[in-house]
């Protein structure tokens, strides 16, 4: 089972650019979430989605959309991109989204934007 | 606000123990999560507290006291493996996961 993949696994990318970071899981879980990680800080949520066809904002979701068109796929667009989303950006999922569920996660992409 | 303190960076020698501190002040508690990162590499996932007490899973063991806002994870017969980041993670009352910055654990021979 391959669990959750994302691609590209890295990029540097033109600022102003727009650029959709993929995510897809075959576990069936109902929650996905992504998260930005940053040198000296923890995880930071930018969106997550607890079911298929629903989106919410997290900490940190100013510059970025994402959309939930099924199960399995949880894109994330930067439409015009900043220096400061140079990151590495993990996609994750869990089962419910609700208390004591584990959350699993992709191998990450880094982003560079100049 | 919400909070989630653990050391930046700790050293230990190959078989010896160590001790990873976290404490949190968050809005609401459903439990406390460590992981495990290597460099370069995704968390992955080591345990789950959501009760007062310590919970063992072979060489690693976590504890919780709700009341102190206070968790640690104990690692045991250190091997060079466990030189990792180790994530201290708190779900609030809104089921999200808030984090602390990591902790880096040097392990030297």
């Known amino acids: 089972t391959a669990g959750i993949t994302q691609a590209p696994t890295s990029q540097i990318l033109a600022a102003g650019r727009s650029m959709t970071l993929r995510c897809t899981q075959d576990m069936r879980h109902n929650a996905m979430y992504w998260y930005r990680q940053d040198l000296g800080l923890g995880l930071r949520l930018i969106h997550y989605s607890n079911t298929a066809g629903t989106t919410g904002k997290g900490e940190v979701p100013d510059g970025y959309s994402v959309s939930r068109a099924n199960t399995d796929d949880f894109p994330l667009t930067l439409a015009s991109a900043v220096p400061s989303q140079t990151s590495v950006y993990f996609c994750?999922?869990?089962?419910?989204?609700?208390?004591?569920?584990?959350?699993?996660f992709g191998p990450g992409t880094r982003l560079t934007v100049l | 606000g919400q909070n989630i303190d653990q050391p930046t960076e700790m050293t230990a020698t190959e078989g010896a123990i160590v001790q990873i501190n976290c404490t949190y002040q968050?809005?609401?508690?459903?439990?406390l999560f460590w992981y495990q990162q290597h460099a370069g590499e995704a968390p992955t996932f080591l345990s789950y507290?959501?009760l007062d007490g310590l919970e063992e899973k072979g060489r690693f063991s976590s504890f919780l006291s709700r009341s102190k806002g206070y968790s640690y994870l104990l690692l045991k017969e250190l091997q060079m493996k466990d030189s990792a980041s180790y994530l201290c993670a708190v779900m609030d009352s809104n089921y999200q996961l808030i984090w602390g910055a990591g902790t880096k654990l040097i392990i030297k021979p």
């Open positions: 994750a999922s869990s089962d419910s989204g609700t208390g004591g569920d584990t959350q699993y």
């Open positions: 507290n959501v």
């Open positions: 968050t809005s609401g508690f459903n439990g």
